[in-house]
Structures are given as C-alpha cells and as structure tokens.
C-alpha cells in the first residue's frame, strides 16, 4: 500500500530560522505531490503543489519544496520561519495510476511552533 | 467562487447511534471525498463520489457509507458508533481529471 512519512511529528524553531520539513512516500509510479498547512481552528490549505516540470516548486507565503525522485522525497523547506506559521503540516501524494487516482494519502503530519 | 462547506461543525454522540455529516462541494466541482482524521494523525481516505456513485474505498468498513446527490452535495454516514470514530471528518471536492482538491473546515464528531 501507499504510505507517506513525514520524519518530524514536533519542531520547534525561532523567529528567522530556516525550516526544512522531511517528506517521503513509497510508490513508485507516477506521482502528484502537495503539501498542506492546517492553521489552528481553520481547514486544510493548500501551500504548495507539483504535478511535473521544474522539481523546485514555489508555493505561497515563502514556501517552496524540492521533489527529488531517485529519493523518493518532497521536502518543504522556508529559508525564515515567522511566529505566524506556527501550524501543522501535512505531506500528501496521489499516483496516476493509484488505485483510486483522486485518493490522496497523507503523512502522519508534523506540528511547527515558531517561538516569537 | 464558492468554497467547500460541512454541517454541523461539531457533534456529539452515544456509542451505537447513527451519525449524518453533510458536505456541500466548491462550484464546478464533480467529485467528493471524504477523510477521517483522528487526533494526532493525518486524514486517511474513507471514499470517493462521482455521478453519485462511490467509485474509490480506503480501510473503512461498510457501516461508513455515503451519498452524492445531482447537485454535487454529499453526505457520510456512520452506522453503530463506536468510541474510535471520534475524530474530524473532512470533505474534499475536486474535479475528475484534475487534481486539485479543496477542503472543507470539518465535522468535529465526539462518540461517548
């Protein structure tokens, strides 16, 4: 089956510092890759998505993350963390031709807190 | 455009009753999914909708069931509660042949 790890549950960081947050996941078709923030309270948003092409892809808010196939990896990374991304997130991939193509599997998550 | 909405956002039940969540899908969009997301751990996939018919399963067993209406609206429901279906239920609507999905805010469902 399918599985996603992401290698961090808690990271804690100050204001400034750089963030790099592990994904991996274990299939090994074509994949569709996303990153997700969940802010306190609110519902799963988007941050940044890669279907093909470049494998440096830019999402919103300074993210950016870098899907390294041979590695089977989609790390997120922020070259400075602000006390307003404390949140919780979640890597998620989904295969062409996984069963079930719209099915996306997510990583277990990983809580940031950014100390101000 | 409109954005994905869940009803009620909050619930309790008694162990062996019967729940309905509700999900109303972003406009323009055909499909829905839904996934449980206990505490602690990331959504896992209950099931997918197209043309009111489910047409993808994850790990969950049949007293989880659902429907999708013409309108594109759905609803997931859970027979026989048990303790361990507490959890946030999510809905994701998306279009068939793309992959971008959007999330509604959740049903948080307490089974005591």
């Known amino acids: 089956a399918q599985s996603v790890s992401q290698h961090n549950h808690h990271v804690i960081l100050s204001e400034a510092a750089s963030l790099e947050l592990g994904c991996n996941y274990s299939y090994g078709g074509t994949v569709n890759l996303f990153w997700y923030v969940q802010y306190p309270g609110q519902h799963l948003q988007l941050l940044l998505k890669y279907f093909s092409g470049d494998p440096l892809v830019k999402g919103i808010k300074g993210f950016e993350a870098e899907f390294i196939k041979s590695k089977f990896s989609f790390n997120l990374r922020k070259p400075s963390v602000q006390w307003s991304d404390t949140a919780e997130y979640f890597c998620?991939?989904?295969?062409?031709?996984?069963?079930?193509?719209?099915?996306?599997?997510f990583g277990a998550g990983t809580i940031l807190r950014v100390k101000s | 455009e409109t954005g994905v909405t869940q009803s009620p956002t909050h619930l309790i039940k008694t162990r062996g009753q019967q729940v309905t969540l509700r999900c109303s899908s972003q406009s323009g969009h055909n499909t829905v999914s839904w996934y449980q997301q206990a505490l602690g751990q990331g959504p896992q996939f209950i099931f997918q909708y197209y043309r009111e018919e489910e047409n993808g399963r994850g790990n969950f067993p049949p007293r989880f069931s659902g429907l999708q209406f013409p309108n594109y609206s759905s609803e997931l429901n859970v027979n026989a509660l048990e303790l361990d279906d507490s959890a946030l239920y999510l809905c994701?609507?998306?279009?068939?042949?793309?992959?971008?999905?959007?999330f509604g805010s959740g049903t948080r469902l307490t089974v005591v």
């Open positions: 998620a991939v989904n295969g062409i031709y996984m069963e079930y193509g719209n099915k996306l599997v």
């Open positions: 994701a609507s998306s279009f068939t042949g793309g992959y971008g999905y959007t």
